[in-house]
């Protein structure tokens, strides 16, 4: 199994910033894509940033210009850096990754962090 830990949300006022971070642990042969989801009240999850083994992050609309994303595959992390903050971005953020947990075979799992919650106040 494979567990992800997402840290770093809280409350910040509009225009500030914030930085996740989601730390991946467990039976990992290969760490592939990784990526932050968010799910605010009444809506449903949204992808906000992903970023491949290698190659480029891939943004939301809404977020790019704002967030970027980045990866210690070192430390099997994935990181978000949140600026310029809108309450719009209130929400409940989830890592995601993508691994395969073993060398006997090539299929891979989606795996989802417990979420960390971002308040942004206006």
């Known amino acids: 199994q494979v567990q992800l830990v997402e840290s770093g949300g809280g409350l910040v006022q509009t225009g500030g910033s914030l930085r996740l971070s989601c730390v991946a642990s467990?039976?990992?042969?290969?760490?592939?894509?990784m990526g932050w989801y968010r799910q605010a009240p009444g809506k449903e999850r949204e992808l906000v940033a992903s970023?491949?083994?290698?190659?480029?992050?891939n943004y939301a609309d809404s977020v790019k210009g704002r967030f970027t994303i980045s990866r210690d595959n070192a430390k099997n992390t994935v990181y978000l850096q949140m600026n310029s903050l809108k309450p719009e971005d209130t929400a409940v953020y989830y890592c995601?990754?993508?691994?395969?947990?073993?060398?006997?075979?090539?299929?891979?799992?989606?795996?989802w962090g417990q979420g960390t919650r971002v308040t942004v106040s206006s």
């Open positions: 995601n990754a993508n691994v395969r947990t073993t060398i006997m075979s090539y299929a891979t799992n989606n795996y």
């Open positions: 467990g039976s990992i042969f290969r760490m592939n894509g």
């Open positions: 970023i491949p083994t290698g190659g480029s992050p």
